[in-house]
C-alpha cells in the first residue's frame, strides 16, 4: 500500500520560513517524479514544484521561484520543499504526490498517481 506522509506543516509570519517533509512507503521511490502542489480555501490546486528522479532537474511555479526550494533523499525515501520569505498568499494546505511526468508536463496534477494527506502552512501578516 503506497501511502506518502507530509509533515512540518504550521503557522508562520511573513518573512518566516518552514520546511516541509513527504515520507514515502510502498513504492519504489527514485522511479517518480515527486511533487509538491498546495490549494488555498476557495480555490482550485495548484503547482507549487517537482523535482526528477535523480533530483538533477527542479521545476517550480513563477511565484515562488528564489523562495522554494525542493530536494530529496532517494535512500530516505523522502522529498522535502524548503519554503522562505513566506508571504500571506502561500497560505495553503500543501500536498506531495509521486507520478511519472516528463519536462513537459511536471506541473500537471493528472499525472501524478499518488497523494499524500496534505499538511497546512499559514502565514500571517
Known amino acids: 500500500q503506497v501511502q506518502l506522509v507530509e509533515s512540518g506543516g504550521g503557522l508562520v509570519q511573513t518573512g518566516g520560513s518552514l520546511r516541509l517533509s513527504c515520507s514515502a512507503s510502498?513504492?519504489?521511490?527514485?522511479?517518480?517524479?515527486m511533487g509538491w502542489f498546495r490549494q488555498a480555501p476557495g480555490k482550485e490546486r495548484e503547482f507549487v514544484a517537482a523535482?526528477?528522479?535523480?533530483?538533477?532537474?527542479?521545476w517550480y511555479t513563477d511565484s515562488v521561484k528564489g523562495r522554494f526550494t525542493i530536494s530529496r533523499d532517494n535512500a530516505k525515501n523522502t522529498v522535502y520543499l524548503q519554503m522562505n520569505s513566506l508571504k500571506p498568499e502561500d497560505t495553503a494546505v500543501y500536498y506531495c504526490?509521486?507520478?511519472?511526468?516528463?519536462?513537459?508536463?511536471?506541473?500537471?496534477?493528472?499525472?501524478?498517481?499518488?497523494w499524500g494527506q496534505g499538511t497546512q502552512v499559514t502565514v500571517s501578516s
Open positions: 504526490a509521486a507520478g511519472f511526468s516528463s519536462d513537459k508536463d511536471y506541473y500537471q496534477s493528472r499525472r501524478y498517481n499518488y
Open positions: 523535482i526528477s528522479r535523480s533530483g538533477g532537474s527542479t
Open positions: 510502498g513504492l519504489t521511490f527514485n522511479i517518480y517524479t
